[in-house]
């Protein structure tokens, strides 16, 4: 026999026994928390991200999430938890609700699940501060970032708040915002925002609230797990930490990245860092047993996938059909066809069938060119096989960023190609997708003595690059102006035009041409 949606519910909701710690429970608390949902307002494939389809499993979208969060709620009531729903950001581009509606739909939907409080991600800043200040303008929620210093920019001026406290389940809760200083170099908040360091930031924020008597204080973190473990070692007075940035999925789950909460031992106290993953395919509901004086005292809950078990909430699905009518017909355009599916979760850690196919796409689009390079991060999603539709195309490149042609010399090329291993495998975003080249990295080496040998294709056969010769060399106008680390470009060009076409169109181009089926893994990024 079937369970039930009650008891499949139930189960997703069913929190592992608390783990103690060594102080007595005077309140009890429920945090549920989002992180990079990318405005992925309709649900997605469970392992890519990618537009869902009917034969693959499919998690989120907005209606579901919602209906997630109450139903979190509603559980947390019964246990006789207060309650806390936040966001830790990068809300902002991904699909195109983001293209069309520049944040509204984002906006109407956290309104509508009951956001609380909310980090800014990087990605909030793509379209600029003016376009952020009309979300802030619009949320009936504080948005919190403590490192950025907003009192230059007209826009966000008093804007925005460090910090922010509620009392919930008769304990005092206090949250702090923080914000990936490398925001400049991913996004384009532009000149008169200031990134600050996070750990001075947090440090300062602390003080203030304890200074107020004792609470439990959370960081909203849109850093990335890597420095939230920095963090945690490094500043004390924080009990828990929200991340997000990384899209790491910190869950009870067989793909999972580890934990949660995962603990870190902090300066003054253990810190749980906990985080969803990205694109709202999971919901984060961390139980807190609080001491009187605001210390954790034992930890449950669950990050729970956003699949069936969960009702859809009706009223956020009508508002999500009515912002969904003008991206219809654009949408459905069939551009091409694919003959399997493409994933993007290896396109920051080597050569990946994607990137292969975008570069490709780049360098034949770009009158000239001989050589491209695009990053890794940029790929947003994968591309489904069979029929690809202008949709999806956008879905995997949704930044609106052009076709950028330059001329650069091999030197430069090579310490492009360095700055873009600088980070590792993993999360960097950085990380090269080429065409017209092939390069051999060792991991393991020091960052700016990674690579191992450039060679360039040229007549039917691959020579080694020269560091003095000119090469006209494709990438995207986010790149060529420096975006993610590649100062080569801004600063080395010669005769760079940034105003090409757009790259989701130079890639529908390629996939409807026929040429995106022939491109293979071909070994063009070695590891050595």
């Known amino acids: 026999m079937m369970p039930s949606r009650r008891a499949l519910l139930a189960a997703a909701l069913a929190a592992p026994a608390l783990r103690a710690a060594r102080a007595e429970t005077a309140h009890r608390i429920r945090l549920v928390h989002v992180n990079d949902f990318h405005s992925r307002h309709e649900p997605v494939a469970r392992a890519t991200g990618a537009a869902c389809r009917a034969d693959a499993p499919c998690l989120g979208g907005s209606a579901r999430l919602a209906g997630a969060i109450a139903a979190a709620r509603a559980e947390a009531a019964a246990a006789g938890r207060g309650v806390v729903a936040v966001d830790a950001g990068d809300q902002f581009m991904g699909s195109l609700f983001y293209t069309q509606h520049r944040g509204a739909a984002e906006l109407a939907v956290m309104k509508a699940w009951g956001c609380e409080a909310m980090a800014p991600g990087n990605h909030e800043f793509d379209n600029g501060p003016a376009n952020f200040a009309r979300f802030v303008e619009g949320a009936d929620f504080p948005i919190l970032a403590a490192n950025i210093e907003a009192r230059d920019e007209p826009a966000l001026a008093g804007r925005l708040r460090p910090w922010w406290e509620t009392r ?180 920051r850690r080597g050569e990946c069938l994607l990137g292969n196919i975008v570069a490709e796409a780049l360098l034949a689009r770009a009158q000239g060119a001989e050589i491209a390079i695009t990053n890794g991060g940029g790929l947003r999603a994968g591309l489904p096989g069979g029929a690809v539709t202008y949709g999806d195309v956008l879905t995997t490149l949704p930044f609106g960023n052009t076709l950028a042609l330059m001329g650069l010399r091999g030197a430069d090329v090579a310490a492009a190609l360095e700055n873009g291993l600088s980070q590792g495998a993993g999360t960097a975003g950085r990380f090269p997708q080429v065409a017209g080249l092939r390069f051999a990295w060792d991991p393991t080496a020091p960052p700016g003595a990674r690579l191992r040998g450039v060679e360039v294709a040229e007549g039917g056969r691959f020579v080694p690059l020269d560091p003095g010769r000119v090469y006209r060399v494709a990438t995207n106008d986010f790149m060529r102006r420096g975006g993610d680390g590649y100062a080569a470009f801004r600063d080395r060009a010669l005769d760079p035009y940034d105003g090409g076409v757009l790259l989701e169109e130079a890639l529908a181009d390629f996939i409807a041409s026929g040429r995106a089926a022939a491109v293979r893994l071909d070994g063009r990024i070695a590891v050595r």
Not at 202 to 227: D, F, K, Y
Not at 282 to 295: E, N, S, T, W
Not at 320 to 345: K, Q, S
Request: hydrophobic share 45%.
């Open 168 to 347: 919930r389940g008769g304990a005092r809760i206090a949250f702090i915002g923080i914000t990936t200083p490398e925001t400049p170099l991913l996004s384009s908040p532009g000149p008169n925002l200031r990134f600050t360091d996070p750990a001075e930031a947090v440090t300062r924020a602390v003080a203030a609230i304890r200074s107020g008597g004792p609470a439990t204080v959370v960081l909203l973190s849109h850093s990335g797990l890597q420095a939230d473990r920095a963090l945690a070692q490094a500043t004390g007075g924080v009990d828990v930490i929200i991340g997000g940035h990384s899209h790491t999925l910190l869950a009870a789950e067989p793909d999972a990245d580890g934990p949660s909460p995962l603990l870190v031992d902090g300066r003054d106290r253990a810190v749980r860092i906990v985080q969803t993953g990205a694109y709202g395919r999971f919901l984060g509901m961390l139980d807190l047993d609080l001491a009187a004086d605001g210390r954790v005292a034992a930890t449950g809950g669950a990050c729970a996938p956003v699949g069936t078990a969960f009702p859809e909430d009706a009223r956020v699905a009508a508002l999500i059909a009515e912002l969904a009518r003008p991206l219809e017909e654009t949408r459905r355009r069939v551009v091409g066809t694919l003959p399997a599916p493409l994933g993007n979760a290896e396109c």
